[in-house]
């Protein structure tokens, strides 16, 4: 069976960590900063980092429309902190001009954990995954404040917090696993959500 063809959105944030997690997977991975690179990819990584700078850019290098495309017609997407904000249907605390790329069905707020300072690094119970909790960092993290009735929840905290959630082809988390030494959850996305 061929590699599957990982496209990490290069515009800003974390995108060479997401590329070294997927690689040890044997992804056949690329960098995406233009329309045409999406083309043939089985998937897509959306990386933590800033979200406003990362919207600007999408909309400068003209990837919206594309990346929505591509999406729709079966190509899957993961985004972690800053890529969940985008991925989301509405954004609370976005800049007027912030436009989400609305792929699943839920709102989010912005920097909901607190500030930089308050950044922190947990176990997470992600369900699908195998050997235990997975490793979070929470970097400025986002919170999923409405989740619409096909968004199922694969990782929660303690009090019933949704920190990772799954929408058909799109899978979206809080945290940041790439941050981490743990690439289960970017199995779990090649795996269930690109192989699905």
Not at 43 to 48: A, E, H, N, Y
Not at 55 to 83: Q, S, W
Not at 179 to 195: C, K, P, S
Request: with cysteine; charged share 25%; proline share 5%.
């Amino acid at each position: 069976m061929s590699a599957k063809r990982i496209g990490v959105l290069a515009l800003q944030g974390a995108f060479r960590e997401h590329r070294r997690m997927l690689d040890g997977l044997g992804a056949d991975t690329r960098l995406v900063r233009w329309p045409d690179e999406l083309e043939g990819l089985d998937g897509l990584v959306i990386p933590g980092g800033e979200s406003t700078a990362i919207a600007k850019l999408l909309a400068i290098h003209g990837l919206y429309g594309p990346l929505r495309d591509a999406h729709a017609g079966g190509m899957a997407v993961f985004g972690t902190c800053a890529g969940a904000i985008l991925m989301a249907r509405d954004i609370e605390g976005a800049r007027p001009d912030q436009e989400p790329l609305a792929l699943m069905d839920a709102r989010i707020r912005r920097n909901a954990y607190g500030r930089q300072i308050d950044s922190f690094e947990t176990t997470v119970p992600f369900a699908g995954v195998e050997g235990g909790p997975v490793k979070g960092v929470f970097i400025r993290a986002p919170r999923f404040v409405d989740l619409g009735c096909g968004v199922e929840v694969l990782a929660a905290a303690d009090d019933g917090e949704p920190l990772a959630v799954r929408e058909g082809r799109a899978l979206a988390a809080a945290f940041h696993p790439e941050l981490t030494d743990d690439a289960r959850v970017h199995a779990f996305f090649l795996e269930r959500v690109v192989g699905s």
